[in-house]
């Protein structure tokens, strides 16, 4: 047996170790925020848009399947519930509106591998349709992983010209910028959803960003929704097994990022096994709630 061969057999055990142990038990969310000051009172009318990753589902009702769960609890401060109305769950096959309420329709894993643009007319049609029954609605659009890809490219394909309603986009973990196609053999050998439409998209996308200039497109997008008053945060984690975290943080030629996000680390101890949880461990980090919060709170300055 050849060294490639074994590294490779290593590196495939280490992700099945990561994978069957998220299977089987949820991380513990770290106390919530306690003390946030000097934030303005919450918008009535600004709503929190929930897009969740690859591989994930939903029995199509509105809280069940939302995830999210530590950001959600750390609004409870401004006086909501963890199952408040202002929290409203993406599908990938669309929802629909009832008596001014929002219902995702149910999904499969399968169908969050779809084609990205498929997924972003989804969001499109979401918030058009919630925003026809609340003409003064705003949007803060939380995305991890692949969901913040989906939030992104539809800011930028509809809203860089016109903020509209989009009052934040904020990013986790996602690929902004592509995946590594090294990082997406591997996961291929565990699920077949990685190798479905929209990873192929993004394995292409990181195999041509030099050619194409996607990482200058990208910032340049975020330059254009702060420049129009959207409030941007890109976040990667050092730790990420999953999404080099700068392909999930934008940041110009010197490194430093572009929007207000950044790249954080996700434990203290740089070993095994809690780097192995990067990807989804960014979902349980007070900082970032404190930046969701923050966002949503923020006076809405649109140019």
């Known amino acids: 047996m050849n060294i490639r061969l074994m590294a490779s ?29 000097n934030l303005p009172p919450p918008q009535e009318e600004t709503y929190v848009i929930f897009v969740p ?11 069940n399947t939302m995830g999210f769960e530590y950001f959600r609890t750390s609004f409870e ?25 929002w219902y995702p329709k149910p999904y499969r894993p399968a169908d969050t591998g779809q084609p990205i643009q498929f997924s972003v007319n989804h969001l499109k049609n979401m918030i058009d349709e919630f925003t026809r029954s609340h003409p003064q609605a705003h ?26 309603p989009i009052k934040g986009v904020i990013t986790l973990n996602s690929p902004l910028t592509g995946l590594s196609y090294n990082r997406i053999d591997l996961l291929g050998l ?41 409030h941007v945060a890109t976040f990667g984690t050092r730790q990420d097994v999953v ?22 680390s ?15 461990r960014i979902l349980y980090q007070q900082k970032v709630a404190e930046e969701i919060v923050h966002a949503y709170c923020a006076n809405i300055n649109k140019r």
């Open 9 to 37: 057999m290593a590196a495939l055990a280490i992700l099945i170790i990561k994978i069957l142990i998220f299977s089987s038990s949820t991380p513990q969310p770290v106390t919530p925020i306690q003390q946030m000051q």
């Open 53 to 63: 990753g690859l591989d994930t589902s939903c029995d199509g009702s509105p809280y």
């Open 77 to 101: 401060r401004l006086g909501f519930s963890y199952n408040d109305e202002h929290f409203l769950m993406y599908s990938y096959t669309g929802g629909l509106v009832q008596e001014g309420r």
């Open 139 to 164: 949007y803060l659009l939380v995305g991890h992983s692949l969901g913040g890809r989906i939030v992104f490219d539809y800011v930028t394909k509809y809203r860089l010209e016109n903020a509209g």
């Open 190 to 230: 565990v699920r077949k959803i990685w190798g479905s439409p929209a990873v192929r998209q993004l394995a292409a996308e990181n195999q041509l960003k030099d050619k194409l200039g996607i990482e200058r497109q990208k910032n340049e997008a975020a330059r254009r929704m702060i420049q129009a008053g959207i």
């Open 243 to 264: 999404v080099h975290p700068f392909m999930a943080c934008l940041t110009d030629e010197y490194g430093a990022p572009v929007t207000k996000g950044y790249v954080l």
């Open 266 to 280: 996700v434990s203290c101890f740089s070993m095994l096994p809690l780097d192995l949880f990067g990807h989804m």
